[in-house]
């Protein structure tokens, strides 16, 4: 008898209270990429001690002149930390992408090639952007055992709380669109 496999894909895997792993505790993910051979998301809800003017100095890029370099990179997961991901609006109603771009069905982009930041340092590029050092990534079946485990929740994901929501308000509003308040959640898993 064949298994229905779940497609993760642009939805918000979220932690639940008794996740162990202190790495993801907490945290919400959007989930870019799940197919057969695993998952990638970038956690949404954790800013670093760093803003994207300090990024781009470190990549020998000017800054960008408005208020987007005063903005936070995040951590995206224990993945490649030393590597950029950038979660942003389709470049252009043409359909044209950057050099390392990955469509993620629901409306977004996710690239990792140094031509956004290019972009965006002139002025130019997307106009709703996340950015993230590293990823989190699952191996083919990984992710469906935590969630199998009760490790995790999943939802469609919206933009609005990956570009709109304040940080502290994001995995509040996550559990939200389920219709679940976060204090309701037990730390326990249970069977019926």
């Known amino acids: ?8 894909t642009n939805q918000f895997l979220i932690a639940m209270p008794g996740m162990l792993d202190e790495g993801f505790k907490g945290a919400v993910i959007f989930i ?3 197919n057969e ?23 020998d890029l000017s800054p960008p002149k408005d208020a987007l370099a005063d903005r936070p990179v995040f951590y995206g997961g224990p993945v490649q930390p030393e590597r950029g991901f950038v979660l942003h609006a389709p470049l252009d ?4 992408h950057y050099n390392a771009t990955m469509i993620v069905p629901g409306g ?13 340092s002139n002025g130019a590029g997307p106009k709703r952007v996340f950015v ?15 969630i199998g485990r ?33 204090r309701m959640l037990s730390q326990e898993a249970g069977h019926a």
Request: glycine content about 10%; charged content about 20%.
């Open 37 to 59: 051979n695993g998952a990638l998301g970038l956690v949404i809800n954790r800013p670093m001690a760093m803003t994207l003017g300090n990024l781009f100095e470190k990549v």
């Open 1 to 8: 008898m064949s298994q229905t496999r779940i497609v993760l």
């Open 150 to 182: 009760n490790g995790w929740l999943t939802v469609e994901a919206t933009q609005e709380i990956i570009f709109d929501t304040p940080v502290e308000l994001r995995y509040e509003r996550a559990l939200g669109l389920l219709g679940v308040d976060p």
């Open 93 to 96: 109603a043409a359909g044209n």
């Open 132 to 146: 993230t050092l590293g990823y989190s990534g699952w191996a083919a079946g990984q992710l469906e055992e935590e």
């Open 32 to 34: 870019c990429e799940h």
């Open 108 to 120: 977004l982009e996710m690239t990792t090639s140094r031509d956004v930041l290019e972009a965006l």
